[in-house]
T-cell receptor, first 114, second 116 residues
Framework: AQSVTQLGSHVSVSEGALVLLRCNYS??????LFWYVQYPNQGLQLLLK??????LVKGINGFEAEFKKSETSFHLTKPSAHMSDAAEYFC????????????FGTGTRLKVLA | DVKVTQSSRYLVKRTGEKVFLECVQD?????MFWYRQDPGLGLRLIYF???????EKGDIPEGYSVSREKKERFSLILESASTNQTSMYLC???????????????FGPGTRLTVL
């Protein structure tokens, strides 16, 4: 069965430190991959997505993610955390590519320490 | 910008009540979705609709029904609310195939439902 795993339900980083949020998937075919962010009391907002082409994808607010097929991973990074990055982050896939149904990970709550 | 609105941000209902959650999108999107979000479980799909009057069950449809009479509006119905339906409910929409963003979903702000 297809699945998405986000390692670490809570991650804390210091302001200015590297942010690394992990996402691994299992799939029989290469999926489309997404990262969404949810700020407190809001809906989800797309950060970035990978469909085809370049495996390093840049998104909004300085985030990027790299699709590594050999590792079945799509980890989210940001070189320098800002207080405003505190939120919950969700990795999602569509399987097979291009269908409407998402499979979401369970989310990682990012805390940024001053 | 796409706007997805939900009728209530917070809702408190009693066990056994019939509950309607409304979602409206203003971008002429074909596809609309209802999810529930629970801590540690992420988002789980309840129902989705790919056209007016068309619907398909998601992963957890039990205890829910939906209605899509107009393209812009997708309603989630709890026929007889129970305490285990206390949750955050998120509506989303996505454009049709052939558009650049067809595999993206645009979310509303959510409705936090408490069933007492």
């Amino acid at each position: 069965a297809q699945s998405v795993t986000q390692l670490g339900s809570h991650v804390s980083v210091s302001e200015g430190a590297l942010v690394l949020l992990r996402c691994n998937y299992s799939s029989s075919v290469p999926p489309y991959l997404f990262w969404y962010v949810q700020y407190p009391n809001q809906g989800l907002q797309l950060l970035l997505k990978y469909t085809t082409g370049a495996t390093l994808v840049k998104g909004i607010n300085g985030f990027e993610a790299e699709f590594k097929k050999s590792e079945t991973s799509f980890h989210l990074t940001k070189p320098s955390a800002h207080m405003s990055d505190a939120a919950e982050y969700f990795c999602a896939v569509t399987l097979p590519p291009g269908t409407y149904k998402y499979i979401f990970g369970t989310g990682t709550r990012l805390k940024v320490l001053a | 910008d796409v706007k997805v609105t939900q009728s209530s941000r917070y809702l408190v209902k009693r066990t056994g009540e019939k509950v309607f959650l409304e979602c409206v999108q203003d971008m002429d999107h074909e596809n609309m979705f209802w999810y529930r979000q629970d801590p540690g479980l992420g988002l789980r799909l309840i129902y989705f609709s790919y056209d007016v009057k068309m619907k398909e069950k998601g992963d957890i449809p039990e205890g829910y029904s939906v209605s899509r009479e107009k393209k812009e509006r997708f309603s989630l119905i709890l026929e007889s609310a129970s305490t285990n339906q206390t949750s955050m409910y998120l509506c989303a929409s996505s454009p049709p195939r052939g558009t650049g963003a067809y595999n993206e979903q645009f979310f509303g702000p959510g409705t936090r439902l408490t069933v007492l």
